[in-house]
């Protein structure tokens, strides 16, 4: 069974850092891309930033704006966002994301989904 | 950047009837690479439907999608009380990833 376990989350004031972390299992991580979705509190899900398999290439939402870094560490089963500059509209539930695969496409659709951590930032 | 907008925003039933619900995308999406979510409160989302119309592993039956090129439709036949929940509808024809805004379903 596929887990995705995901930490890092708290209250954080505003243009401070923070890591986020995901631990994976149930599933051969190295052979997946990852990604992280987040949602706004009672709004909609945000794709944030994906990560193919052995992080040859990455992709972040506009709204990043270089503020957050994503990267995994395969021998960990290990993803993570690191996020700087936090800004109160950051504040929401990081998920951690599976890809499924899809034939020629790299950036494709979830099919498994951690249970998001929270990130509320606030002075 | 495709937008997506779902419709309606609520869609007010009862168990064992039809819900019907849209998602319509800004520019056509190639391939139907469309997906369907759902989410109870408290709970991450769970993969539905992809390629518009392919079912999920242990999606039931009376979950369906159809759709091309702009206009997509997840249908479920007969809603059942676990039913009601938020649909979101995703495109991955070409990044950013995007979602549409949600319907929620409910009783």
């Known amino acids: 069974e596929v887990q995705l376990v995901e930490s890092g989350g708290g209250l954080v004031q505003p243009g401070r850092s923070l890591s986020l972390s995901c631990t994976a299992s149930?599933?051969?991580?190295?052979?997946?891309?990852m990604h992280w979705v987040r949602q706004l509190p009672g709004r909609g899900l945000e794709w944030v930033s994906g990560i193919t398999s052995n992080s040859g290439a990455i992709a972040y939402a506009d709204f990043v704006k270089g503020r957050f870094i994503i990267s995994r560490d395969n021998a960990k089963n290990s993803l993570y966002l690191h996020i700087t500059r936090l800004r109160p509209e950051d504040t929401a539930f990081y998920y951690c994301?599976?890809?499924?695969?899809?034939?020629?496409?790299?950036?494709?659709?979830?099919?498994?989904w951690g249970h998001g951590t929270l990130v509320t930032v606030s002075s | 950047e495709i937008v997506l907008t779902q419709s309606p925003g609520t869609l007010s039933l009862s168990p064992g009837e039809r819900a019907t619900l849209s998602c319509r995308a800004s520019?056509?999406?190639?391939?139907?690479?469309l997906a369907w979510y759902q989410q109870k409160p408290g709970q991450a989302p769970r993969l539905l439907i992809y390629?518009?119309?392919s079912r999920a592993t242990g999606i039931p039956d009376r979950f369906s999608g159809s759709g091309s090129g702009t206009d997509f439709t997840l249908t479920i036949s007969r809603l059942e009380p676990e039913d009601f929940a938020v649909y979101y509808c995703?495109?991955?024809?070409?990044?950013?990833?995007?979602f549409g805004g949600g319907t929620k379903v409910e009783i």
């Open positions: 995703q495109q991955y024809d070409s990044s950013p990833l995007t």
């Open positions: 520019l056509s999406i190639r391939n139907s690479y």
């Open positions: 994301a599976k890809a499924r695969r899809v034939e020629g496409v790299r950036w494709a659709l979830f099919d498994s």
């Open positions: 149930g599933f051969t991580f190295d052979d997946y891309t």
């Open positions: 390629g518009a119309s």
